[in-house]
């Protein structure tokens, strides 16, 4: 068992309990392994603390020197958003894929492979999956996180995922409470409103948690988001009406609550990170999260400071800080004794019996994820499209990429098409001038030209449009959400930018559509 450092008081050590921070480096620091010795609970990861499994593993196990009941989160949502493959892109499609595939039972075992593998290296809580419903075609920030645009769709993939994942004993969190997907701002800039109307947001936005809910997840992640039909005051991290009365109280919901990060701009600008943290935790949330930016035990300190101010202030009742260390504790010992494996046993997703692999791994399809990625491929122009024989000049059209999804990560098809055709070249344009610069670096060679999210971007479809006129067979390639008509010789819509998305588009373009 855990030992707490003698001289560390119950609200001191309740403080700490509640923090959810990140920190430098592949190696636990001095001061998180001294902080989990005087209470911390939590720890997060990111792509920066992550190197390979083994490594992963290998700093799981030296966090749980201190603290063997630890819980280690991490930011793995498989498809753009991915920690354990950040340098390499994900083996899994992301949401999107999976919900234009529209199979519950493979996104319940592509669930449940991510989890195996997070729980083999030590990981025991994962922030996914997005249960946010993509209604906003404009969405900066969510768009092919999301499993799509229906509610009902949205929701039994998101049951599934909930189930698969916590199969293999790892904590699911859904996210972004009360949903994130009506929106154009993204929150780790500035505060995002959504005004739709109570009834609205309960047949739309709701409806994903309430799926998660029955399912059994054990923790969500709050939305720092404005809905002013739920509270026209405070974002959604700050707001007791939203966190307590309606996730609460009204929806049943009796796990954990983890916020965002806190030190995004939605809250960090006007509140603080101390200040909102102190809201956060008398709204009802359980958990902070910080350390995507902030990492460094100063801003422990400063956290736990706050928090033990606001209770010795009055600010903040001792009994709610200590109810929310409490469902830390809860999730702790969830995770350590396994019970996700056995709830998962007799689930039932979308009225049908859930396809859970055995424990010890044996029925997992390991290439699961290309599985998905490739049935997720829809084609335009197959018909006629005859292989590429020669290598091509692959021109991505990249856009910026959300900081959940980070500029580290490679995107695309041109490294699969280089493994399929050797001697392909590819490069990157950007802004006004792309497509004509495109023109001039492809010389004579096929044009594969990719793109992501080309609705959402005016200099990328104006880039096509330079590129199909001069060159007709040229090959689209959408990794976004295909909303723009497709067109060329072949558009191919992977539904995400995902390593094996990247790798079933390239063999359709080398070897030719497959039945």
């Known amino acids: 068992m855990t030992t707490i450092a003698r001289g560390t008081d119950t609200l001191t050590r309740d403080a700490l309990t509640v923090l959810q921070p990140g920190f430098p480096g592949t190696t636990a620091p001095d001061w998180l392994l001294r902080r989990l010795g005087e209470g911390l609970a939590s720890v997060g990861l990111f792509g920066r603390n992550i190197a390979s499994p083994e490594q992963l593993a290998a700093l ?135 005004d ?42 700050l707001s007791p009406r939203i966190l307590t009365t309606l996730l609460r109280d009204e929806l049943g919901y009796d796990g954990l609550i983890v916020t965002d990060g806190m030190e995004m701009q939605a809250v960090a600008a006007t509140y603080g990170i101390e200040r909102g943290s102190v809201l956060a935790i008398a709204a009802g949330a359980d958990a902070i999260c910080v350390g995507g930016g902030l990492a460094d035990d100063d801003t422990v300190r400063r956290l736990r400071d706050a928090l033990v101010t606001a209770v010795r202030s009055g600010d903040l009742p001792e009994e709610r800080l200590a109810d929310a260390a409490r469902r830390v504790r809860e999730l702790a010992r969830w995770t350590a004794t396994g019970q996700g494996r056995t ?113 959402r971007h005016a200099w990328m479809g104006a880039a096509l449009d330079v590129i199909l006129t001069a060159r007709p067979d040229t090959v689209v390639v959408e990794m976004g959400v295909p909303q723009a008509p497709p067109r060329g010789a072949l558009h191919i819509a992977t539904h995400g930018a995902a390593r094996v998305c990247g790798r079933a588009a390239a063999e359709v373009i080398a070897t030719g559509p497959h039945g």
């Open 60 to 194: 799981t196990a030296q966090l749980r020197t201190e603290r063997d009941d630890v819980l280690v989160a991490v930011d793995e949502e498989g498809g753009d958003v991915t920690r354990l493959e950040v340098r390499t892109g994900s083996s899994f499609p992301g949401n999107h894929a999976l919900g234009a595939v529209d199979d519950v039972s493979l996104t319940l075992e592509v669930a449940a492979e991510l989890g195996r593998r997070l729980a083999e290296c030590g990981v025991n809580l994962n922030w996914a999956p997005s249960a946010d419903v993509n209604s906003n075609a404009a969405n900066p920030v969510i768009g092919v996180r999301s499993f799509g645009a229906a509610p009902d769709l949205v929701a039994r993939h998101t049951a599934a995922y909930v189930t698969g994942l916590q199969s293999a004993g790892v904590a699911a969190c859904t996210k972004h409470f009360p949903g994130h997907g009506d929106t154009a701002v993204d929150s780790h800039h500035a505060l995002p409103r959504i």
């Open 196 to 237: 739709a109307a109570p009834a609205v947001l309960s047949e739309r936005e709701l409806t994903p948690f309430r799926a998660a809910i029955a399912a059994g997840t054990r923790a969500v992640m709050s939305a720092h988001i404005l809905v002013p039909a739920l509270d026209p005051a405070r974002p959604a991290t």
């Open 343 to 455: 709830a998962a046993r007799g689930a039932v997703v979308d009225g049908r019996p859930g396809r859970i692999p055995p424990l010890d791994g044996t029925a997992v399809r390991a290439d699961v994820g290309l599985i998905a990625a490739r049935r997720a491929l829809r084609l335009t122009g197959d018909e006629v499209f005859a292989p590429l024989a020669d290598p091509p000049f692959v021109a991505s059209l990249t856009p910026v990429a959300n900081i959940a999804v980070g500029d580290e990560t490679p995107w695309g098809v041109a490294a699969e098409l280089v493994r399929l055709l050797p001697g392909t070249r590819t490069d990157g344009f950007t802004g006004a001038d792309a497509g004509h610069a495109a023109l001039a670096a492809a010389g004579e060679r096929r044009i594969v030209a990719v793109v992501r999210d080309e609705h």
